[in-house]
């Protein structure tokens, strides 16, 4: 399968990524669009069911499209998959949802990428009752020092949200986490990978090749540290 470089500039999360030198892409496949991961150099991929997608009357098909597709080697990771206060279905079904995608997720040893929008509780309950054989990782985090701190303590990884990082407000929140914990992402966005390093790289006090080699070790932990 396709791995990153040590100078590579890893995206954690995106949708729609079109291979690039230099920039490693996980693309996310979203069940509801019934995409296949392709064998692709610079790419590798998420599977899951992202509750804004979920209904009573498609679950069973969805969840069969992520059984099939996570086993591909390819697919790195199942997501990105959680829970939507905002928009989605009732919670109970999301909590269900998201407990059986865990499941596989720990059955096939690949780690979470989590989409959360106000039901940290329900986040972080599930981590207490599920207990997780793989690391998660929260994408496009854009919550306060003291809520990333409390998931950071729980072993769980954020990726943050681009039009957030890039702000200079988000660098006092940069500074106070460890850096060990973090990831970058565009999320489909069309915002340049590259940028969103430069800037977080400021933030840090890390030069580009400090911070590309820092996130490099976080892929490597986060997707290879899992006994089997
Ligand atoms: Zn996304």
Not at 84 to 94: F, T
Not at 115 to 120: L, N
Not at 207 to 220: G, H, M, V, W, Y
Request: glycine share 6%; hydrophobic share 40%; with cysteine.
């Amino acid at each position: 399968m396709s791995f990153p470089k040590q100078n590579d500039f890893i995206d954690i999360h995106t949708h729609g990524a079109v291979p690039s030198p230099g920039i490693f892409s996980v693309e996310t496949l979203m069940a509801h669009d019934n995409r296949k991961p392709m064998e692709t150099a610079g790419l590798a991929y998420t599977s899951g069911i992202h509750p804004w997608n979920l209904n009573d009357e498609n679950h069973d098909r969805l969840l069969l499209h992520v059984e099939e597709t996570a086993s591909y080697e390819s697919v790195i990771a199942i997501g990105e998959i959680g829970f939507d206060k905002i928009k989605g279905p009732a919670i109970d079904l999301q909590q269900r949802t998201f407990e059986e995608q865990v499941y596989i997720a720990g059955k096939l040893r690949k780690p979470v990428v989590i989409h959360c929008v106000k039901a940290w509780e329900e986040l972080i309950s599930a981590h207490k009752k599920l207990n997780p054989a793989t690391p998660w990782l929260v994408h496009g985090f854009r919550g306060k020092k003291e809520l990333a701190l409390q998931l950071i303590s729980k072993g769980i990884y954020l990726s943050f949200w681009f039009d957030f990082i890039t702000r200079r407000e988000a660098t006092p929140l940069m500074k106070s986490l460890p850096v060990d914990y973090i990831f970058l992402e565009t999320d489909g966005s069309g915002a340049d990978i590259r940028d969103i390093y430069k800037k977080v790289s400021g933030d840090l006090g890390l030069t580009l090749a400090e911070l590309k080699s820092q996130i490099f070790t976080n892929f490597n932990r986060f997707f290879k540290s899992i006994p089997s």
